[in-house]
């Protein structure tokens, strides 16, 4: 009977450890000696090369994090419409890609305070005789997949052939291919964009105005509380408009 109760005991105690260590393995964790920031390369003023080094206003703001942390930053490039997906399911610590705060993705993760605003606009070329959104109706807009641009024309205007990229520059090449309309997207990378084409132009009507955040996984409040920290610290000392000017001239 005795050996029967120890055998129980030791098969419970098996199965506890066996639990607890998938509670570690699976979770991601804050002290580990490198943090992860996921993004999407090819956003300027945000995160973009400069030779093979990634720069830009989210990576200082990264830079800040990692130093408070006492920990080595590592920069994941990966497709926009996967960076949800990839803080959700704890494979990185942080999202920092110019990210919209929307009510889907809060549900998917937990968002750091705002940091920054952006006006989603649209681009087309010069001769074009799309003059403000509602001349979109009927017409080959393009978008990055996952975007909010992505989400509000696809889900709120119905007539609008909706055209999704996985890289911004693509959308870019159409345009002037004349293979699509127009290009909605965020204002500071597409001013960069019609800056080096003469071709193209931003209409003065913004498609909508968003707000970015930088994600993490639900519940990890421990991170979120230093990544408050240090953007509250960056806007109160001006360091993100610094930043925002500084990258905007590269």
Same mark, same amino acid.
């Given at each position: 009977?005795?050996?029967?109760?120890?055998? !129980?005991?030791? #098969?419970?105690?098996?199965?506890?450890?066996? !639990? #607890?260590?998938?509670?570690?393995?699976?979770?991601?964790?804050?002290?580990?000696?490198?943090?992860?920031?996921?993004?999407?390369?090819?956003?300027?003023?945000?995160?973009?090369?400069?030779?093979?080094?990634?720069?830009?206003?989210?990576?200082?703001?990264?830079?800040?994090?990692?130093?408070?942390?006492?920990?080595?930053?590592?920069?994941?490039?990966?497709?926009?419409?996967?960076?949800?997906?990839?803080?959700?399911?704890?494979?990185?610590?942080?999202?920092?890609?110019?990210?919209?705060?929307?009510? /889907?993705?809060?549900?998917?993760?937990?968002?750091?305070?705002?940091?920054?605003?952006?006006?989603?606009?649209?681009?087309?070329?010069?001769?074009?005789?799309? *003059?403000?959104?509602?001349? *979109?109706?009927?017409?080959?807009?393009?978008?990055?997949?996952?975007?909010?641009?992505?989400?509000?024309?696809?889900? +709120?205007?119905?007539?609008? +052939?909706?055209? &999704?990229?996985?890289?911004? #520059? !693509?959308?870019?090449?159409?345009? #002037?291919?004349?293979?699509?309309?127009?290009?909605?997207?965020?204002?500071?990378?597409?001013?960069?964009?019609?800056?080096?084409?003469?071709?193209?132009?931003? *209409? /003065?009507?913004?498609?909508?105005?968003?707000?970015?955040?930088?994600?993490? &996984?639900?519940?990890?409040? /421990?991170?979120? +509380?230093?990544?408050? &920290?240090?953007?509250?610290?960056?806007?109160?000392?001006?360091?993100?408009?610094?930043?925002?000017?500084?990258?905007?001239?590269?």
């Amino acid at each position: 009977m005795k050996n029967k109760k120890s055998i !129980v005991i030791i #098969l419970s105690l098996i199965i506890l450890m066996g !639990v #607890l260590m998938g509670v570690v393995f699976n979770k991601k964790e804050i002290n580990a000696e490198k943090l992860v920031m996921v993004t999407e390369v090819g956003f300027a003023p945000y995160e973009f090369y400069k030779g093979n080094e990634v720069v830009g206003v989210d990576v200082e703001v990264a830079k800040k994090i990692a130093e408070k942390l006492g920990k080595e930053l590592e920069i994941k490039d990966t497709d926009f419409d996967s960076i949800i997906n990839e803080v959700k399911t704890g494979k990185v610590d942080f999202a920092a890609a110019g990210l919209s705060i929307t009510e /889907e993705r809060k549900e998917e993760v937990d968002f750091s305070i705002e940091y920054a605003i952006s006006k989603q606009v649209i681009m087309v070329k010069k001769d074009s005789s799309i *003059l403000s959104v509602d001349d *979109l109706n009927g017409k080959k807009v393009a978008v990055q997949l996952g975007t909010i641009a992505d989400l509000v024309l696809s889900e +709120e205007y119905p007539e609008v +052939e909706v055209v &999704q990229h996985k890289k911004f #520059l !693509v959308a870019v090449e159409d345009l #002037l291919a004349n293979k699509v309309d127009a290009i909605v997207f965020d204002l500071l990378p597409a001013q960069e964009v019609v800056n080096k084409n003469n071709e193209l132009k931003i *209409l /003065e009507e913004e498609l909508l105005t968003d707000k970015y955040g930088i994600a993490v &996984q639900k519940g990890n409040t /421990e991170l979120l +509380e230093v990544i408050n &920290q240090v953007l509250k610290e960056m806007m109160d000392n001006g360091k993100i408009e610094e930043y925002t000017i500084k990258y905007l001239g590269e």
